[in-house]
């Protein structure tokens, strides 16, 4: 069970950090990712990290604006959103993958929290 949080309205231009928290320490062994899915679209693949922190990459759409971090094998993993547009808006997905690494392919997850909702503003 993932436990996801820290979302909200914010203006264009700001800033959030979410946080996802797993209940099940056997997620330390495994790659963590957020997805997010907007009204009407599909749940679509943001950012992962490996087991130990490492092996992060991102969706292109949110490189260099977004940072996700994760403590060595650490069940809590967070989402640093800087510079967010109203593009952004979208209920984020936070889930644990089934391998070490993550990966951007949602059939690569196993476990999924219940999403927070992020809404920017213009």
């Known amino acids: 069970q993932l436990q996801a949080s820290g979302g909200g309205l914010v203006q264009a231009g700001g800033s959030l950090r979410l946080s996802c928290t797993a209940s099940?320490?056997?997620?330390?062994?495994?790659?963590m990712g957020w997805f997010r899915q907007a009204p009407g679209k599909e749940r679509d693949f943001v950012a992962a990290?490996?087991?130990?922190?490492?092996?992060?990459f991102y969706a292109d759409s949110v490189k260099d604006r977004f940072t996700i971090s994760r403590g060595y094998a650490s069940t809590t993993m967070s989402l640093q959103m800087n510079g967010l547009t109203p593009e952004d808006t979208a209920v984020y997905y936070c889930?644990?993958?089934?391998?070490?690494?993550?990966?951007?392919?949602?059939?690569?997850?196993?476990?999924w929290g219940q999403g927070t909702l992020v809404t920017v503003s213009s």
């Open positions: 889930a644990v993958a089934r391998r070490a690494v993550g990966s951007r392919s949602r059939s690569d997850y196993v476990a």
């Open positions: 099940s320490r056997t997620a330390s062994n495994n790659g």
């Open positions: 990290v490996g087991w130990n922190g490492g092996n992060t």
